[in-house]
């Protein structure tokens, strides 16, 4: 059954102990604005609510894309601080909240997982994908970086050294060298998906959901570096959104060009 949230291009659906949360924007390669993280925060707030579930699986519609990551085209026409200024927190938020939810969570990329929807991804416990998925963070070749929580938690998933490879190179990784990476858990052909996706799900729904919550509060614990970076981030955007690289970045990115940078 569907569990009603918005319309705002984000589905949720139910079945038996499971929800499925489904970013719904195939044209637009699940691109996400503003009012898809704020559908999607009280998506998680609904969950959280109901005591009869037991996993949460995250993915996107069609075969292209789990997320590109933030719509750029939002941007269009708007002040660019401003917008950084309230983007930022925005997925600092909601991303913390899919991290901190009791539940265990599942990012099934259907797709390819760019910046934004690499993070959103890294924001679950678990990260499966279809083989012939890419993941990447190509934020620096748009004038900007990583700011929706996802350098803090792609240091932990891979460590230092790769986290930098992929932060400041750009360069997206195919899914099998990220799962040998520890960036995803595992991944298949698109035809063994549901095979895969089940096999984890059923294993965390057959476990107690009191020892999982704790479990997941004592590994987050771990993490207590999150918050720092996610300042760092905030900072590292704020100032990102005044050069005017950001602006040739994003102008390149909408006109399908490569963009050329003057460090200004």
């Not at 079945?15 to 998506?43: F, P, Q």
């Amino acid at each position: 059954m569907s569990v009603a949230v918005s319309d705002r291009a984000v589905n949720v659906t139910s079945t038996g102990v499971v929800r499925t949360v489904t970013l719904d924007r195939e044209t637009k390669r699940n691109s996400l604005t503003v009012e898809m993280l704020l559908a999607l925060e009280e998506a998680l707030g609904q969950i959280e609510a109901d005591r009869s579930v037991r996993v949460v699986i995250v993915t996107g519609a069609g075969e292209a894309a789990f997320s590109s990551g933030a719509d750029l085209d939002s941007f269009a026409g708007q002040d660019r601080d401003a917008a950084w200024r309230d983007w930022v927190p925005l997925g600092h938020r909601v991303f913390g909240r899919l991290a901190a939810l009791p539940l265990p969570t599942i990012a099934v990329l259907n797709g390819n997982a760019f910046g934004g929807g690499l993070e959103l991804a890294l924001a679950c416990d678990l990260r499966l994908a279809v083989a012939d998925a890419s993941v990447g963070c190509p934020e620096v070749g748009l004038g900007t970086l990583p700011g929706w929580g996802g350098t803090g938690r792609l240091i932990d998933a891979v460590g230092h050294a790769r986290a930098r490879q992929l932060v400041l190179t750009g360069m997206p990784i195919d899914a099998a060298q990220a799962v040998s990476w520890g960036l995803l858990s595992d991944c298949a052909p698109r035809s063994d998906m549901p095979t895969l996706v089940a096999t984890y799900r059923d294993a965390l729904c057959s476990r107690a959901p009191i020892a999982v919550a704790l479990a997941k509060q004592i590994l987050a614990a771990h993490g207590d570096g999150q918050r720092r970076t996610e300042v760092l981030e905030a900072l590292g955007s704020a100032v990102s959104a005044t050069t005017g690289d950001l602006g040739e970045g994003i102008a390149a990115f909408r006109e399908k060009r490569t963009p050329t940078f003057k460090g200004d």
